[in-house]
Structure formats: C-alpha cells, structure tokens
C-alpha cells in the first residue's frame, strides 16, 4: 500500500473547482438575464413590469415572423 497524495485526487480537485466557475459564469448571466426580462430596464432607472414584456411580444405579430423564418 502506497501513502501520499495520490496526484489524480488533484487533478479531480482542480477539475472541480474549474467546473464551479464554470457553472458560476453561465448560470449568474442566465438568471440575471431572466430578471432584467421582467423589468422596464434602463441604465439610469429600472421598473418591474412583471410578464407585460412577455404579453406584449406574444401579441406581436413580426415575433410569430421571426420564429417561422429562424
């Protein structure tokens, strides 16, 4: 039986925190861009609007457009 630090336990422990930013740079922009989606935002000021932005792209008939030609 060998003692020490086994070197893929390291690996696996950099690999692992590598994986934690990487969950941190995808998953904060996602969630911080579904909140400004709820917002009337603007630099200077932002008010909450709730689902009236969603409202008024569904009722938007060039949105329906745009989906059918992507």
Request: aromatic residues 20%; charged residues 20%.
């Amino acid at each position: 039986m060998t003692y020490g630090k086994n070197p893929s336990s390291k690996k696996r422990r950099i690999l692992s925190n590598e994986s934690k930013w990487g969950y941190l740079f995808t998953l904060y922009p996602l969630f911080d861009a579904l909140i400004i989606s709820f917002q009337n935002f603007k630099p200077l000021k932002t008010e909450w609007v709730g689902f009236d932005n969603y409202i008024t792209t569904f009722k938007n008939s060039l949105f329906y457009k745009s989906i059918i030609n992507t």
